[in-house]
Structure formats: structure tokens, C-alpha cells
């Protein structure tokens, strides 16, 4: 059986690297499963992408599409002429699509339209409900294919189920990125901005933004960023720049003492600075479930998510994009009075061993 495992940005790497180890430690033990690793190229520089092979052995991709930057469609566009051409050429039984990018969406349409090959969406049925985030699209059209669902909460079972989704195709497994994080935490290592800045444990925020909704204009990323600055008490605040946020922050011209702006960082360096920090304020869902399982306060700056057991379980409160939520959140974290917070329901690290055995045992039957 040959699996091709699909990644294109850097939330998806963290993705992948637990479930390839799985196929290999199978493959090791007499199995005959192989995978082929396909990168597609939408995330390219060092630091989105080689840097995370890098520090989770992930070995190098089969292939590159190299599909690079563009709109929405000319990125669907040109990854999903590249694995077309690639699977007419050299045709996979299964193609394992993660998350809800750009790429998850484009290649599961490609894999899917040949007619026979299957597609398994690892992190399916979450939704934000949000129509307007290109990922919530993404979501919902790979889910509309897709033949085996993986899933990291009973809330996407629900959503797969209510869609119509047949059970036996849901497999409630736990959630590979925490696999990762679980598997890392002794080898975090701290980067070079802790001396540099001074951090103290405890003592200093980490913030991520890259949202279109909050980063693509310069009035709206501007007023929240002095709004967390007003509320901060002149704690020292570590902000690890996305480039889709670098090319507008620049046009802000805002700056600060306590503002640390740093370029993207490595997996190891980044969950160091998020183990220790006193609060993390974010846009993205990946760190949301990386707080959560560290009991680290999380503030995220979106009106929805499609993580809600980062909220009813972990540590994540979501503030909603206006600016004016910042300043209570902030004045409850100082009052101590932040949630202490929970571990959702398999998120124990196995996760990826479980879906690879899902796998296994869905060939072997159809092979029988
Ligand atoms: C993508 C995902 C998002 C994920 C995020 C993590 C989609 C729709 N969005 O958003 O879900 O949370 O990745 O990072 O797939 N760029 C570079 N260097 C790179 C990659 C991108 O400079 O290595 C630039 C691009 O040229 C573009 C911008 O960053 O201008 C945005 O990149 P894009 O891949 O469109 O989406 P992200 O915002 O990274």
C-alpha cells in the first residue's frame, strides 16, 4: 500500500512528522505500507519550512511542487495541476491530507477526482463556522470528499455526523500536532532572544498574528497592537513576525520598549518561549491546542474558533477581533483569575499510531 502524506505549510509539518514514524515503525515490523511525502511548496523560506524538517526529523520530501505564492485560486491552481500530473504518472492508494490549508483542500480534490484513489483527512470535521476564512472553505470542501475522517474532538465527530457522515468512516484518534509537542518538550531550546531580552519565566507575553482579518490592514493591526500595549504594564512582549504580517506592520510604524519584534522562529525555540510565558495572545488554532496542553493562558484575537475545546476545556478564551476586549482579558490575567484549565480527551501523544492501525486494518479488510 503506498500512502502519499501531503504538506504545505508550517502548521502542517508539525502535523505529519508523528504519522510518518508511525508508517515507518509499521513498515519496520513487516507491514506493507510505504509512503511517498509530497511538499507542495506553499510555504518555501527557510524558516516556514526547512527549519521544521530540520528540528523533527521529518525526512526530505519524495516531491516538491514547488506551487510557491499567490492568490487563493492560482495557489489551489497550481498545486493541483502538480500532484494530478504526479498521481497520473505515479499513482498512490491513499492520499493523507492534514489541517486546512491551501494545500489540504487542493490536493484531496486532485487525489479524488482520478476516481480511485481514497482520501483521508487527518484533523477533519472541526469548523469555526466563519465562511469568511479561506481555511473554513478549505474545510468544508476536503470534508465533502473525503473518505476516512480523523478527528481530534467528539465536537467534529457531531459536525460529521449532522453533515450526514456515515460513523464507520470517523475515527476518533486524538490530535497528531500535540503528538509532536508531547514527543519535543524535552528538546525545546531556548532561543537567543531570552538572553538578549532579558525574559524571566513567567514574566513576558508571546503574540502571533497572520489572520487576513487582523493583518492585511494597517489601521485594524495597528489598533490592536496598541491596545495590547496599553493593557501590558510594560511587560515584555516577544512577537515572532509571519511574513504575510511583516510586509503591513512595517507600513504601522508602530514601536515600543517592551515590543520585541523577532522573525519567524523554529519549532523548539517557539514552544520554549510559549512553556514559559506568562500569557499567549494569538490568531492562529494550532497554538491554541499547544497552550492548552502546556496550561499556558491564551487570549486569541478571532470571533470564532474550530478548536472549542481549547475553550470549554483548555485555557484559550477567544476576545473576538475588536479591540476593546483586550484590556479587561489582560486585567483578569493580572488578577491571577485566568481558568487553570484542562488536557482534551486523546490528546496523549498516540494519536498517529492510531490512525496509521486504522489504516492498516481498513486495506486489510478491503483486500480480503
Ligand atoms: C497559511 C494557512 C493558514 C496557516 C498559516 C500558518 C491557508 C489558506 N492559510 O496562511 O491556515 O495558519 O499558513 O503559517 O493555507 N510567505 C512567505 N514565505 C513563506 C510562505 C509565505 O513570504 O514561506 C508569504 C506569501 O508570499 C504570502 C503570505 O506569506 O504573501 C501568506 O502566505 P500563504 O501561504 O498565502 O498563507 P499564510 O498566511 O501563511
New binding site residues.
Given amino acids: 500500500m503506498l500512502i502519499d502524506i501531503i504538506a ?4 502542517n509539518f508539525i502535523k505529519i512528522a508523528p504519522i510518518i514514524e508511525a508508517i515507518a515503525s509499521r513498515k519496520k515490523s513487516g507491514v506493507a505500507v510505504d509512503y511517498r511525502l509530497v511538499h507542495t511548496g ?4 527557510k ?3 526547512h527549519d521544521f524538517f530540520d528540528q523533527l526529523s521529518i525526512p526530505a520530501p519524495h516531491i516538491n511542487l514547488e506551487a510557491g ?1 499567490g492568490t ?1 485560486a492560482e ?1 489551489t491552481a497550481k498545486i493541483m495541476i502538480g500532484y494530478e500530473r504526479l498521481l497520473i504518472e505515479h499513482p498512490c492508494d491513499l492520499c493523507i491530507v492534514v ?5 489540504t483542500m487542493a490536493c484531496a480534490i486532485a487525489a479524488k477526482k482520478t476516481g480511485n484513489i481514497r482520501v483521508a483527512h487527518v484533523e477533519g470535521g472541526i469548523r469555526s463556522g466563519d465562511w469568511t476564512m ?2 473554513e472553505i ?1 474545510r468544508i470542501v476536503t470534508d465533502s470528499i473525503t473518505d476516512y475522517f480523523f478527528t481530534t474532538s467528539t465536537v467534529a465527530n457531531n459536525n460529521l455526523l449532522r453533515a450526514g457522515t456515515t460513523p464507520d468512516r470517523i475515527f476518533f484518534v486524538g490530535n497528531t500536532m500535540i503528538d509532536t509537542l508531547r514527543k519535543q518538550e524535552p528538546n525545546f531550546i531556548k532561543p537567543g532572544i531570552w538572553t538578549k531580552a532579558g525574559l524571566v519565566e513567567k514574566n513576558y507575553f508571546v503574540m502571533t498574528l ?1 489572520r ?1 482579518a487582523n493583518v492585511d490592514s494597517k489601521e485594524k493591526l495597528g489598533e490592536l497592537i496598541s491596545e495590547i500595549l496599553k493593557a501590558s504594564q510594560g511587560m515584555l512582549i516577544i512577537f515572532p513576525v ?3 504580517t511583516a ?1 503591513i506592520l512595517e507600513q504601522t510604524g508602530i514601536s515600543a520598549p517592551n515590543l520585541w519584534l523577532a522573525e519567524p522562529m523554529t519549532y523548539l525555540e517557539f514552544n520554549y518561549l510559549v512553556k514559559f510565558a506568562k500569557a499567549v495572545i494569538t490568531d ?3 497554538i491554541t491546542e499547544e497552550t492548552t496542553v502546556m496550561a499556558v493562558p491564551c487570549m486569541t484575537l478571532r470571533d470564532s474558533t474550530e478548536r472549542p475545546e481549547t475553550c470549554t476545556a483548555g485555557t484559550n478564551e477567544l476576545l473576538g477581533t475588536d479591540p476593546s476586549a483586550i484590556a479587561p482579558a489582560f486585567s483578569k490575567l493580572f488578577a491571577g483569575e485566568w481558568k487553570t484549565g484542562g488536557i482534551p480527551e486523546l490528546w496523549d501523544g498516540h494519536t498517529a499510531e492510531r490512525i496509521v492501525d486504522h489504516i492498516i486494518d481498513i486495506f486489510s479488510l478491503m483486500k480480503n
Fill in positions: 504545505g505549510a508550517r502548521p506553499q510555504h518555501y523560506d524558516k516556514m519550512s505564492s487563493q495557489q489541517g486546512d490549508v491551501t494545500s479561506p481555511e478549505n497572520h487576513p509571519h511574513p504575510r510586509k492562529s488554532g494550532g
